[in-house]
């Protein structure tokens, strides 16, 4: 990806405040942002799921994937082109894709982990999926304690989701902050999982402190 391309700046308008400036030149001079342009996609977050499935071969064809915080819809599109079926959910709208089953709701909500997996019944006779991929990230208020708690919680609740509904051999996506997970739930993902690791794709921002926690290799536990 050249990064040799002039670049574009930003006139501030009186109206506009100075973050919104700062965010829309960075999205000017982005080259993720243009390439993502380029190849259709509905964001620069797609290139991060690419970056990961192509490191780690996260994505397998005919998997069967569940997008956790799924809008504007960039990794149900990474998905599909690998030949994935795909269920997801976002509080916001999303526009339709095929080969997606979409609903619009709070994943934390009570309901809505029946109503994922009623979906991968019709998807998989097992009901199991391949992976569960999350890039929710829940509404930070700028105080940190309580941020990390917020994002952990969420976190936690995929993870749990992930571990009723992965088939044998699966795979785990999460988004998580500076400090990565809790160390309890780390402990607990290591006896579940075959590897589990922090890592920052390239297309996540330099000054973003967002990392993913990839785990591979689901152990289920012996029902008996």
């Given at each position: 990806?050249?990064?040799?391309?002039?670049?574009?700046?930003?006139?501030?308008?009186?109206?506009?405040?100075?973050?919104?400036?700062?965010?829309?030149?960075?999205?000017?001079?982005?080259?993720?942002?243009?390439?993502?342009?380029?190849?259709?996609?509905?964001?620069?977050?797609?290139?991060?799921?690419?970056?990961?499935?192509?490191?780690?071969?996260?994505?397998?064809?005919?998997?069967?994937?569940?997008?956790?915080?799924?809008?504007?819809?960039?990794?149900?599109?990474?998905?599909?082109?690998?030949?994935?079926?795909?269920?997801?959910?976002?509080?916001?709208?999303?526009?339709?894709?095929?080969?997606?089953?979409?609903?619009?709701?709070?994943?934390?909500?009570?309901?809505?982990?029946?109503?994922?997996?009623?979906?991968?019944?019709?998807?998989?006779?097992?009901?199991?999926?391949?992976?569960?991929?999350?890039?929710?990230?829940?509404?930070?208020?700028?105080?940190?304690?309580?941020?990390?708690?917020?994002?952990?919680?969420?976190?936690?609740?995929?993870?749990?989701?992930?571990?009723?509904?992965?088939?044998?051999?699966?795979?785990?996506?999460?988004?998580?902050?500076?400090?990565?997970a809790e160390q309890?739930l780390l402990k607990?993902?290591?006896?579940?999982?075959?590897?589990?690791?922090?890592?920052?794709?390239?297309?996540?921002?330099?000054?973003?402190?967002?990392?993913?926690?990839?785990?591979?290799?689901?152990?289920?536990?012996?029902?008996?």
């Amino acid at each position: 990806m050249s990064h040799n391309k002039p670049k574009t700046r930003v006139k501030t308008s009186k109206k506009r405040k100075t973050s919104s400036t700062r965010w829309l030149q960075r999205q000017l001079n982005d080259p993720y942002v243009a390439e993502a342009k380029k190849h259709g996609y509905r964001g620069r977050a797609a290139f991060k799921l690419k970056e990961m499935d192509e490191k780690h071969g996260l994505l397998k064809p005919g998997a069967v994937i569940v997008d956790l915080g799924a809008a504007p819809g960039g990794w149900c599109q990474i998905a599909t082109e690998k030949k994935c079926k795909v269920v997801a959910i976002d509080l916001l709208d999303m526009d339709e894709l095929p080969g997606v089953v979409f609903f619009k709701g709070d994943f934390m909500d009570d309901d809505a982990p029946e109503r994922l997996k009623t979906e991968l019944l019709k998807l998989d006779r097992s009901g199991l999926a391949d992976a569960v991929l999350s890039d929710m990230a829940p509404n930070t208020i700028g105080h940190k304690q309580t941020d990390h708690l917020r994002i952990m919680a969420v976190v936690e609740a995929a993870y749990h989701f992930a571990c009723e509904i992965l088939k044998p051999g699966g795979t785990f996506v999460a988004k998580v902050f500076q400090g990565g997970a809790e160390q309890d739930l780390l402990k607990d993902m290591k006896k579940r999982f075959e590897k589990v690791k922090h890592i920052k794709p390239p297309a996540s921002r330099k000054d973003s402190s967002e990392q993913y926690l990839i785990a591979t290799g689901f152990k289920p536990l012996d029902k008996g």
